[in-house]
T-cell receptor
Framework: DARVTQTPRHKVTEMGQEVTMRCQPI?????VFWYRQTMMQGLELLAY????????DSGMPKDRFSAEMPDATLATLKIQPSEPRDSAVYFC?????????????FGDGTRLSIL | AQKITQTQPGMFVQEKEAVTLDCTYD???????LFWYKQPSSGEMIFLIY??????QNATEGRYSLNFQKARKSANLVISASQLGDSAMYFC???????????FGKGTRLHILP
């Protein structure tokens, strides 16, 4: 079964440190999404890409967050500098991009704790 | 603007009973899709079922079915013969025809009691 792979699964670091989260989308999927999940806000879309081009990053704090797709098999989400309020679970999801009915398939998430 | 509303923050149901999880939506898009996802305590997001706005029949996938009432803008998830493993958070989600984004509701936490 094809899966979205996210690394690391867990990350604990101190405030001010750079954090990089990685995602390998399902082979053949051309749309990639980054979400953040917290108890208070639920699931928030941070950014998404189609064919490696960023289409929407309006949900992302621009001053400290950046998202890229260096190639079709890798998406990255970076936080620099990190803050305690960034503590959350970050999900990557991918989809085929072919029609409304195609679901997004999620990775297992990166649980981030900023001390 | 698109919106998904799940009014039941939590539900307790006896094992083997049927469960209905409510979802209402709002959109101005002429064509749209509705999804349900399950998030167990382990944290992963699992796609369950999809309903297209122009589908003539309600979607079914095993014990899951979607009670789609377009005029009422509701897309309730029905789980038949609930099992202990159905205990999880359930999210209703919608995608319009303008872009790839899916918006999610706040979720309903379902507890199945033995």
């Amino acid at each position: 079964d094809a899966r979205v792979t996210q690394t690391p699964r867990h990350k604990v670091t101190e405030m001010g440190q750079e954090v990089t989260m990685r995602c390998q989308p399902i082979l053949g999927h051309n749309t990639v999404f980054w979400y953040r999940q917290t108890m208070m806000q639920g699931l928030e879309l941070l950014a998404y890409f189609r064919n490696r081009a960023p289409l929407d990053d309006s949900g992302m704090p621009k001053d400290r967050f950046s998202a890229e797709m260096p190639d079709a098999t890798l998406a990255t989400l970076k936080i620099q500098p990190s803050e305690p309020r960034d503590s959350a679970v970050y999900f990557c999801a991918s989809a085929t991009g072919q029609g409304i009915g195609q679901p997004q398939h999620f990775g297992d998430g990166t649980r981030l704790s900023i001390l | 603007a698109q919106k998904i509303t799940q009014t039941q923050p939590g539900m307790f149901v006896q094992e083997k009973e049927a469960v209905t999880l409510d979802c209402t939506y709002d959109t101005s898009d002429p064509s749209y899709g509705l999804f349900w996802y399950k998030q167990p305590s382990s944290g992963e997001m699992i796609f369950l079922i999809y309903q297209g706005s122009y589908d003539q029949q309600n979607a079914t996938e095993g014990r899951y079915s979607l009670n789609f009432q377009k005029a009422r803008k509701s897309a309730n998830l029905v789980i038949s013969a609930s099992q202990l493993g159905d205990s999880a958070m359930y999210f209703c989600a919608m995608r319009g025809d303008r872009d790839d984004k899916i918006i999610f509701g706040k979720g309903t936490r379902l507890h199945i009691l033995p």
